[in-house]
């Protein structure tokens, strides 16, 4: 499956961005998704994951209460609702998907994610 990801841009401290995730597979439906991050000279970093029919979600910490992840199977596409975003959360995101299995995987780990998009800059100014 091939992932675009869009909707990133430069916006100020407490403002809002939509990131969207178009998936190019019929059976998007059978694909967890996830987003992950990487700021300049760090390491990629587990932001949110959404269960491939959408009714479990799983957040990071840091973006827990402010981020809300929500997938449209139809559309076959993902979404990344970022409110009151703030400067730590410039990164370049990227969207990710694992095909379900029903099996255990670690949710958070990068390595458990078979597809991945080509990023998009999110800069948050102060």
Known sequence: VQLQA??????QAGGSLRLSCA????TFSSYD???FRQAPGKEREFVARITWRGG???YADSVKGRFTMS???AKNTG????NS???EDTAVYYCAARRFSGSYYDTSDHTSY?????????TVSS
């Open 23 to 26: 998936a190019s597979a019929r």
């Open 33 to 35: 998704m996830a987003w």
């Open 85 to 87: 975003l703030k400067p």
């Open 114 to 122: 078979d597809y991945w998009g080509q990023g998009t800059l999110v």
């Open 79 to 82: 979404h990344l609702q970022m």
């Open 56 to 58: 479990s979600t799983y």
């Open 6 to 11: 869009s909707g990133g841009g430069l916006v």
């Open 71 to 73: 997938r449209d199977n």
